[in-house]
T-cell receptor
């Protein structure tokens, strides 16, 4: 079984400040991990993914995430927040065997303060 | 870039009516999924489909739901007798396990009145 926990349903940061969105996973096998972004009234856009290559993964829009097996974490960061980053962010886990489904966290709504 | 397409983008239906949500997954993908997102809530798994059959379904996916891949390209979700609580955004996804790419459509917003 696999699951994802996103700490903080709402995160607010000032424009230009560091963005840190937390994600912890649980998986019985080495997982694949994803971050998706959802802008209001839109679909799910892939930000980045971890697939057992480099532990530090860079994605679109300046975001990156680091896979830490010892902490079972895959936190999303961006050094300097921009107003356009305001959105809902979802962490998701996919098992790398069989036909496991993509399991989503509950999401974190990021608000940028001007 | 490949994309998953969903139609319609928005559907309004009366309670008790049947609706069919359509998806065209990426052509060389083998695994297909439907997810649901009630407004402001998490993205919930409904069903996965592989090799022309359901491989897993959630407890949400009860007898009123069915999926089909009628012609090798379309992937449909049918809701037989819609209820008010079926109002949600429905996302189709297709996954390429070889490259671990998971692509989502833009969703169909279903409103049951």
């Amino acid at each position: 079984a696999q699951s994802v926990t996103q700490l903080g349903s709402h995160v607010s940061v000032s424009e230009g400040a560091l963005v840190l969105l937390r994600c912890n996973y649980s998986s019985s096998v080495p997982p694949y991990l994803f971050w998706y972004v959802q802008y209001p009234n839109q679909g799910l856009q892939l930000l980045l993914k971890y697939t057992s290559a480099a532990t530090l993964v860079k994605g679109i829009n300046g975001f990156e995430a680091e896979f830490k097996k010892s902490e079972t974490s895959f936190h999303l960061t961006k050094p300097s927040a921009h107003m356009s980053d305001a959105a809902e962010y979802f962490c998701a886990v996919l098992s790398n065997i069989g036909n496991e489904k993509l399991t989503f966290g509950t999401g974190t709504r990021l608000t940028i303060i001007p | 870039e490949p994309e998953v397409t969903q139609t319609p983008s928005h559907q309004v239906t009366q309670m008790g009516q049947e609706v069919i949500l359509r998806c065209v997954p990426i052509s060389n993908h083998l695994y297909f999924y439907w997810y649901r997102q009630i407004l402001g809530q998490k993205v919930e798994f409904l069903v996965s489909f592989y090799n022309n059959e359901i491989s897993e379904k959630s407890e949400i996916f009860d007898d009123q739901f069915s999926v089909e891949r009628p012609d090798g390209s379309n992937f449909t979700l049918k809701i037989r007798s819609t209820k008010l609580e079926d109002s949600a955004m429905y996302f189709c996804a297709s996954i390429d396990r070889a490259n671990t790419e998971a692509f989502f459509g833009q969703g169909t917003r279903l409103t049951v009145v």
